[in-house]
């Protein structure tokens, strides 16, 4: 392992290889990547690997567009071989009240005028029946819908950067703990492991919900909190349902994969476990099999062939914390995604790059900044679950 680098990321997930890369890409050879484990082993690896257009605040527009035509060509730009398994049958999001209809024409209109190109449509309860006619749409208004959405595999997304990064003089170090947090003088000199120090003047933080652990090592406290959410995934069936479907009021998102699988999950917020703790319930592939049978009964049919856990970084905004911290100098997070930390990873990689080398990303994300909570400057995502 390097005993000194030019930045040292710490976090092996889609966000750390991302920006791993493409601090590399600028020039910046002497990067220094730390995983506690295997790549993508934390919420990356545990997503259930939707992306999506879909968002109602300006920041998030402007970064999911960049982010989904990245990802649409990033076989070809990372000469990954493997590809990424990109499924794009589009994201449908469910309206059961006046109040969410007029949200989600508010959304189309945002998306509309930020990008021309924009495919975000509002559907009528007939023409969600032509595009599924499996869901059953008791109670249902309306929805927002953009075909251009989709599936990506998020182990191959991730191994596509860390490849490429390594390529370009990254090194990548699995099973390897940051244990402290060097400063003198209010700036940073560097990062202590479980395999050695290494001297650096810049740390990145991608540390996803133990974002806040890592941080507090550089004397920074964030406002996140690690939140379980969990999956279920069923037998390969019958093509059902290869878009994504999302119900905000319900809390419900289920997909089927490209292996034919369907996925579900809901988000409880109000009884859900706060903490580290990944541990799997019974309670919940009870829960969510009533919920999403709710919506698609055909499914009662498919046979449970396994669940998971996995951690969202929560803010008090469900909006992330990107950029460097003002209080540290050579500090810089990106951590807080609050559940679409996959989708955003390639942009916010390559926009977080581009602040630590002192160029001036195309997309402004000062919305996002760590002064914010403190500033009581929120800009919370209406489109989340």
Same mark, same amino acid.
């Given at each position: 392992?390097?005993?000194?680098?030019?930045?040292v990321?710490i976090?092996?997930?889609?966000h750390?290889c991302?920006?791993a890369?493409?601090?590399?890409a600028?020039g910046? =050879?002497?990067?220094? $990547? @730390?995983? %506690?484990? *295997? &790549?993508?082993?934390?919420? !990356?690896?545990?997503?259930?690997?939707?992306? #999506?257009?879909q968002?109602?605040?300006?920041?998030?527009?402007?970064?999911?567009?960049?982010?989904?035509?990245?990802?649409?060509?990033?076989?070809?730009?990372?000469?990954?071989? =493997?590809?990424?398994? $990109? @499924?794009? %049958?589009? *994201? &449908?999001?469910?309206?059961? !009240?006046?109040?969410?209809?007029?949200?989600? #024409?508010?959304?189309?209109?945002?998306?509309?005028?930020?990008?021309?190109?924009?495919?975000t449509?509002i559907?009528s309860?007939?023409?969600?029946?032509?595009?599924n006619?499996?869901?059953?749409?008791?109670?249902?208004?309306g929805?927002?819908?953009?075909?251009?959405?989709?599936?990506?595999?998020?182990?191959?997304?991730?191994?596509?950067?860390a490849?490429?990064?390594?390529?370009?003089g990254?090194?990548?170090?699995r099973f390897?703990?940051?244990v402290?947090?060097?400063?003198?003088?209010g700036?940073?000199?560097g990062?202590?492991?479980?395999?050695?120090?290494?001297?650096?003047?810049?740390?990145?933080?991608?540390?996803?919900?133990?974002?806040?652990l890592?941080?507090?090592?550089?004397?920074?406290?964030?406002?996140?909190?690690p939140?379980?959410?969990?999956?279920?995934?069923?037998?390969?069936?019958?093509?059902i349902?290869?878009?994504?479907?999302?119900?905000?009021?319900?809390?419900t998102?289920?997909?089927?994969?490209p292996?034919?699988?369907?996925?579900?999950?809901?988000?409880?917020?109000e009884?859900?476990?706060?903490?580290?703790?990944?541990?799997?319930?019974?309670?919940?592939?009870?829960?969510?099999?009533?919920?999403?049978?709710?919506?698609?009964?055909?499914?009662?049919?498919?046979?449970?062939?396994?669940?998971?856990?996995?951690?969202?970084?929560?803010?008090?905004?469900?909006?992330p914390?990107?950029?460097?911290?003002?209080?540290?100098?050579?500090?810089?997070?990106?951590?807080?995604?609050?559940?679409?930390?996959?989708?955003?990873?390639?942009?916010?990689?390559?926009?977080?790059?581009e602040?630590?080398?002192?160029?001036s990303?195309?997309?402004?994300?000062?919305?996002m900044?760590?002064?914010?909570?403190a500033?009581?400057?929120?800009?919370?995502?209406?489109?989340?679950?």
């Amino acid at each position: 392992m390097r005993s000194t680098a030019d930045a040292v990321v710490i976090g092996g997930g889609i966000h750390g290889c991302s920006v791993a890369y493409h601090l590399a890409a600028r020039g910046m =050879r002497n990067v220094v $990547l @730390l995983e %506690k484990d *295997y &790549l993508a082993a934390g919420g !990356t690896g545990r997503s259930a690997a939707g992306i #999506r257009h879909q968002f109602g605040t300006e920041v998030n527009v402007r970064l999911a567009r960049a982010s989904l035509r990245m990802m649409e060509s990033l076989t070809e730009e990372l000469e990954y071989g =493997r590809g990424i398994d $990109l @499924l794009q %049958k589009g *994201y &449908l999001i469910l309206a059961y !009240t006046e109040t969410q209809l007029k949200q989600f #024409r508010h959304n189309t209109d945002l998306q509309r005028s930020l990008d021309p190109e924009s495919l975000t449509v509002i559907l009528s309860s007939d023409e969600i029946r032509e595009l599924n006619p499996y869901l059953d749409l008791e109670g249902v208004l309306g929805a927002s819908f953009n075909p251009r959405d989709g599936h990506v595999n998020p182990w191959h997304v991730t191994q596509a950067y860390a490849e490429a990064g390594m390529r370009a003089g990254v090194e990548i170090n699995r099973f390897t703990e940051a244990v402290g947090i060097t400063l003198d003088g209010g700036r940073v000199t560097g990062v202590r492991t479980t395999r050695g120090d290494i001297a650096a003047p810049v740390v990145v933080n991608c540390a996803g919900p133990h974002g806040h652990l890592v941080a507090a090592m550089a004397g920074v406290e964030v406002p996140i909190v690690p939140q379980r959410h969990q999956i279920l995934v069923t037998e390969p069936f019958e093509e059902i349902c290869p878009l994504m479907v999302l119900s905000f009021t319900h809390g419900t998102y289920f997909k089927q994969t490209p292996h034919g699988s369907l996925l579900m999950g809901y988000g409880d917020p109000e009884h859900e476990v706060i903490g580290l703790n990944q541990d799997g319930t019974w309670d919940f592939v009870e829960e969510v099999a009533r919920r999403v049978t709710f919506h698609l009964p055909i499914a009662a049919e498919a046979r449970v062939v396994r669940q998971w856990a996995g951690l969202y970084d929560m803010t008090p905004d469900s909006q992330p914390i990107l950029g460097g911290a003002a209080c540290v100098e050579g500090f810089y997070l990106d951590i807080g995604w609050s559940g679409h930390g996959l989708m955003l990873g390639p942009i916010a990689g390559k926009v977080l790059a581009e602040i630590v080398v002192g160029e001036s990303p195309p997309i402004d994300v000062s919305a996002m900044r760590l002064e914010r909570f403190a500033e009581g400057d929120l800009c919370p995502e209406p489109a989340c679950v």
